[in-house]
């Protein structure tokens, strides 16, 4: 329903495993919401337009608008708090499909989670959904972040959209997640049966994230990929580490993949710590941009209290720099034995994490080595694609399905 270029995962997942889909032979086209992906030209991008008011504002409604009941609903639902884009978006790609659906093998829906996915499925078109990990996880944290009764009833609107990806999720025949974390809490949270959960773990493009022997690392360089203003992120306690850190470090300083709003909670965080001019932030850049940045970091820190998979902590791992993880999610089962992991939402630990391989660089350089090593053996989106295919092959051709948990990874587990 938007798939973001650069922030957030969906928006990665879908150019990547699109990509690795096509190269494995595959004909692939994505159906998207604004902000589009950036995908590989052999991929075709259908773009199905929505309002897009968390980018628009609410007074981007025209009066041509109002001939469409998916823009009035996903406006009055602005409009009182809430977050109805995956369910016009799900009405929209109904209405595009009853035209072109049987045109496709098969639909993959990447965690719209709407009423109008369950709709194609009751028409028969054969449906595969991955549920990256459920937005349970973010409202538990949101509420627990939220520092007035007003806060977190506006949080509770915002997730309402709960209700709906639970009735959904129940309803599907054929669901993927991208991690064993992800699955244990999808089942529990939304009551499935863990068994009816099929386990393919994501991947990281090791051609475009790899070494640039090239860069010079800088020594007080450390680096971190987050949504700055989601407390899911965990970006506080890495500002208190840093804090702490400066005392020591006095040349250190903090490169952040992100844009804090200057009058949300990280913005106000930095100026009461005082760590403002130690802060770097940039935000919608290239990959090579994003590659040159982690080649120039000595250290990159994944600081979530949540992470159904952990994109940044692999694409790090990739580029051979030494990462420093909270064990917050499915990022132990990324980082293996080839990272340092701190308990989530430990400043303290995290701050002697990250001086510890300040001080040792031949830990440092171990570390990025065995990490690229892990990313090559076990989470390359070839590896992904393959398992994808012969998923959809048995979702196609249901009388040969093998039990499901024939697709997690025997190196992994």
Known sequence: YRSAPYGGGQGIYIRYLSKALVDAGHSVHVISGPPYPHLDPRVKLIEMP??????NGLGALRLRHLTSVSNIIEWVSRLTGGFAEPSTFGRRVVKYLKKHGRDYDLI????????GMLKLQRQGFPLV??????ITKDLKLAL???????????IRR?????????????????????????????????????????????????????????????????MATASADQPLKGVRYLLEAVAELAVDYPLLELLMVGKPQPDGYTGKLIRRLGIGERIICVSDISTRDLVRYYAEASVVVVPSLYEGF?????????CGVAVVSSNGGALPEVLGDTGVLVPAANSTALRYAIADLLDNDDKREELGRRGRDRILNNFC?????????????????????????SFELEQVA
């Open 158 to 222: 915002w997730h309402a959209l709960l209700l709906m990806q639970k009735r959904v999720a129940r309803k599907l025949q054929h669901i993927v997640t991208v991690s064993k974390c992800s699955r244990d809490d999808i089942a529990q949270d939304f009551g499935i049966y863990p068994d009816r959960i099929s386990l393919i773990y994501n991947g990281i493009d090791t051609d475009e994230f790899a070494p640039q022997p090239d860069v010079v690392r800088k020594p007080y360089r450390i």
């Open 129 to 134: 959904t991955t549920l990256h990990h459920p």
């Open 381 to 405: 989106w070839n590896l992904a694609a393959m398992q994808m295919t012969d998923y959809y092959h048995q979702v196609l051709e249901p009388e040969t399905e093998a039990p499901h948990e």
């Open 108 to 115: 993959h829906d990447n965690q719209s989670l709407s009423f």
């Open 310 to 318: 952990g994109l940044p902590a692999g694409e790090a791992m990739a």
């Open 50 to 55: 929505s309002l897009d008011l968390f980018a």
């Open 144 to 154: 627990d972040a939220a520092d007035n009764w007003w806060d977190r009833l506006l």
